[in-house]
């Protein structure tokens, strides 16, 4: 199983990338596009010998808590091509996948090892798969963000920073799909959206002014999406939320953790009052929700 980034698959893809597909067993994640992309059906999955054995025993001052046997591993990869030289720079030297999976090692208690990387895809997406327990990032769904952010105003510069904050929320939803299958949680819903709100819970209430700047982000992201895919065939199939909901939520997380903080979002008009009063209630539901969730697999 592998949840990506870009959903459905054009009718007019080529027996390789059917093939491609096939092997690959992925399902879609964090973006609805209207553009050519790839996706990937569910695959049986299959079990992965874990780098980590299992030896960790509950402490007795936490006997509720799950054993720890693994934990995000950065993988490092090769750069294979030059467009990317910028992106792969800046992810290496300022340490990015290291600094996210310390700080998640910090925080969680992983049954096993979880992979994360950014590399070129040849795909505009990011995914977890399951069939190697892997979070990948890949260098054309940042170009694409950029791409996003620029037509919709931003300069290159400014551009290529919300390009960043939006991708730590497409890395958290992604991480989200790897929570759920290594926990086993159970999902009454959709799970791209509790992937979603996943995302918006920890970058809002663990990651400070960077987790609002990030959320904020990715709603101007999935606005400028729906704005300039409008005159596409929309996928109304698609197991994601469509851009203008993911919009419109990922605005109602951030006021609903903070209205009078965030009074702007309501007052100029980006959500409608008649969603914005039930966003503190949303929010709280999620939060309560995912703590619940996750507190056996909390470290701290
Ligand atoms: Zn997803």
């Known amino acids: 199983m592998k949840s990506a980034w870009f959903p459905l698959m054009p009718e007019n893809r080529s027996n390789l990338l059917l093939a491609a597909i096939l092997l690959a067993m992925v399902m879609g994640c964090v973006f609805r596009s209207d553009r050519e992309t790839m996706s990937r059906p569910e ?8 780098a980590s054995p299992v030896t960790a025993q509950p402490t007795p001052e936490s006997p509720t808590k799950k054993p720890d046997a693994g934990d995000f591993v950065v993988e490092q990869q090769d750069l294979s091509v030059a ?11 300022e340490k990015m996948l290291e600094k ?6 910090q925080a969680l208690i992983l049954p ?10 040849g795909e505009q997406n990011a995914f977890y798969d399951a069939k190697d327990r892997s ?7 940042m170009e694409r963000f950029h791409g996003v952010f620029r037509a919709g105003g931003e300069s290159e ?3 290529y920073e919300k390009m ?3 991708m730590r929320f497409v890395f958290l939803h992604e991480v989200g799909h790897a929570l759920i299958d290594a926990y086993k949680l159970p999902v009454a819903g959709n799970e791209e959206d509790a992937a979603d709100r996943l995302a918006a819970y920890v970058n809002l209430t663990e990651l400070g002014e960077d987790g609002v700047k990030a959320v904020y982000a990715a709603s101007d992201a999935f606005n400028l999406e729906a704005k300039q895919s409008a005159s596409a065939k929309r996928k109304f199939a698609d197991e994601h939320l469509l851009n203008e909901q993911r919009f419109y939520t990922s605005l109602c997380m951030i006021y609903g953790s903070d209205a009078s903080k965030h009074a702007r979002i309501v007052d100029a008009g980006y959500l409608p009052k008649e969603r914005a009063v039930r966003c ?8 309560e929700s995912w703590r619940s969730l996750l507190e056996p697999w909390r470290k701290r």
Not at 43 to 50: G, I, T
Not at 280 to 287: A, H, K, S
């Open 83 to 93: 467009r990317f030289q910028r992106l792969d720079n800046q992810v290496k030297t």
């Open 100 to 105: 996210a999976a310390d700080r998640l090692n």
């Open 164 to 166: 960043f904050d939006a």
């Open 112 to 121: 096993h090892d979880i992979l994360i990387r950014a590399r070129s895809c």
């Open 280 to 287: 503190r209630n949303e929010y709280q539901r999620t939060v």
């Open 157 to 159: 510069e400014r551009a």
């Open 43 to 50: 695959s049986s999955e299959l079990p992965v010998a874990s």
């Open 135 to 141: 979070v990948t990032v890949c260098f054309e769904m």
